[in-house]
């Protein structure tokens, strides 16, 4: 059973950052390309960013882009989130999800193993 804990979530006030962090274990994690996505109280859970299993392609929401980062070190089984000049409307819980495919992809369907999240809360 592949396993994904998020951490390094946590309450900042607007234009702050975090990183956050997703650690996988029981997964050849090289194999596996990684997404983040997000959810917001009553809302669906969007997507954030997603990086190939080797680190050279990622991809990010028009909302967040020009502004976050994603990142992985596969000897460290280990994808980060840095999220910079956060705003309020990125509160939501994070999550990080695994698909084993060499291909990107923003849906949330496709994607095989979940984390249980961290909450982000950004204060104007």
């Known amino acids: 059973q592949v396993q994904l804990v998020e951490s390094g979530g946590g309450l900042v006030q607007a234009g702050g950052s975090l990183r956050l962090s997703c650690a996988a274990s029981r997964v050849t994690f090289s194999t596996y390309a990684m997404g983040w996505f997000r959810q917001a109280p009553g809302k669906e859970r969007d997507f954030v960013s997603a990086i190939s299993r080797s680190g050279g392609r990622t991809y990010f929401s028009d909302s967040v882009k020009g502004r976050f980062t994603i990142s992985r070190d596969n000897a460290k089984n280990t994808v980060y989130l840095q999220m910079n000049s956060l705003k309020p409307e990125d509160t939501a819980v994070y999550y990080c999800?695994?698909?084993?495919?060499?291909?990107?992809?923003?849906?949330?369907?496709?994607?095989?193993?979940w984390g249980q999240g961290t909450q982000v809360t950004v204060s104007s």
């Open positions: 999800a695994a698909k084993n495919a060499a291909y990107l992809t923003t849906q949330r369907k496709e994607y095989d193993y």
